[in-house]
Each structure stands twice: as C-alpha cells, then as structure tokens.
C-alpha cells in the first residue's frame, strides 16, 4: 500500500511528464477532381508568384485568431507546421499550376533569364479566423507583363467561410479562401492571354 501510495504521490508531480496536447496544421492545395481548371490557352504560359507581401504578426507558427479588431489570440496549443507565408505562397503556386495547366511556376525571386510571361505581386491583409467564426482573407493582388513590367490587371479578392467546431475545420476553410483567390487569379490570366493572343497573334509558351 506504501509502494502504490508512493506511485500515485509521484503522477501527481510536477515533475511527471505532461501530455503534449499540440496539433500541427497545414494548408492544402485544390481538389484536381472536384475543381477543373477553367478554359485556360492551349500553350504553357510562365507564371512568376510574388513578392507576396504578408503581415508580419502572421509569420508564425502558432494559430492566431482574431478576437477583436484590435486584439489578436495566440492559440497555446494549435500550430501550422511551417511558417503561414511559406505554406500560402506554395499552395497558391499548386492551385495556379493546375488551374492554368501549366508546369512554368516560379517563386520569387527568380533568375532574370527566367522568361516569364505574368507576373502575380500579392499584398494580403487578413488571413485569419474571426470572432464570429468565420475563416477570412482579404488579398490585393496585381497582374504584371513579366516582360515589360507593367500593370496589366490590379483587384483585390475578399473570401470568407464558416468555421465549424470539428478539429481542423480552420486549416480547411482557409485552404478554400486560398482556392478563391487562385481562381480569380487564373480567370484573369487566362483572359489576357487570350486577348493578348488575339491583339498580336503571339502565344505566350509557344511562340
């Protein structure tokens, strides 16, 4: 009884080991069966992503959730197994690849003899959760001659879905925001093109 008495005394100690309660999340890219690509040029157009500008209070790995306008929640227990930036930036080249049907994805920075033909520059502002349990992203983004430099195309895209009380409903949410916003990257894209080949006859990736 001393022996047990003795066991239980030291489970209760500070000194016992604890249970690790933390989840590790990722972001995740689009569903190739349940998102086709829309009527993208027949010819591989080369796509530079960035520089993605991104909110320094979010290049960490903790969760964080935004509480009030003026006041953010980090989560003790919840955290991206990258850093947010690094895992956006990547699942946004996934989803522009599939979506433009073109392997010709580079990152920013790249070499100056990389010929590109569209360069993304993309200013987020929000990606989070909210109080109201919603999983937002409000992004500006411009599209670029990737020749010329020049502003072909400026918008911004504003998306927001439900977060639901199942564990990793966040991480989901947010990877769909990701999708809209790639989607109506690659609408555009795939419209210049297209006017652009119409206009000059040139095929970016062909010709």
């Known amino acids: 009884m001393a022996f047990a008495?003795?066991?239980a005394m030291l489970g209760c100690s500070p000194l016992a080991p604890r249970q690790d309660y933390t989840k590790f999340f990722v972001l995740t890219p689009l569903s190739d069966r349940t998102n086709p690509p829309p009527s993208a040029p027949d010819s591989k157009i080369a796509i530079g992503i960035g520089p993605i500008d991104f909110?320094?209070?979010?290049k960490r790995?903790?969760?964080v959730k935004?509480?009030?306008p003026n006041r953010l929640d980090v989560s003790p227990v919840d955290r991206w197994a990258e850093s947010l930036d690094k895992n956006f930036e990547r699942v946004?080249?996934?989803n522009l690849a599939q979506l433009l049907?073109?392997?010709r994805v580079e990152k920013y920075p790249w070499s100056r003899r990389t010929p590109i033909d569209y360069q993304i520059v993309i200013f987020v502002e929000r990606f989070e959760t909210t109080?109201?349990?919603q999983a937002q992203l409000n992004a500006r983004w411009i599209i670029k001659d990737g020749t010329t430099d020049k502003d072909l195309y400026a918008s911004e895209t504003l998306a927001a879905l439900p977060v639901t009380a199942v564990d990793g409903s966040t991480p989901?949410?947010?990877?769909?925001d990701v999708g809209t916003l790639s989607k109506e990257i690659a609408s555009r894209v795939s419209a210049l093109t297209v006017q652009h080949r119409a206009e000059t006859g040139f095929r970016p990736g062909v010709d």
Do not use: F, K
């Open 55 to 58: 909110p320094d209070y979010l």
């Open 92 to 94: 946004l080249a996934q």
């Open 61 to 63: 790995l903790e969760v």
């Open 5 to 7: 008495a003795c066991l």
């Open 131 to 133: 109080a109201d349990g």
């Open 101 to 103: 049907q073109t392997d």
């Open 66 to 68: 935004r509480a009030t």
């Open 172 to 176: 989901i949410a947010l990877s769909e």
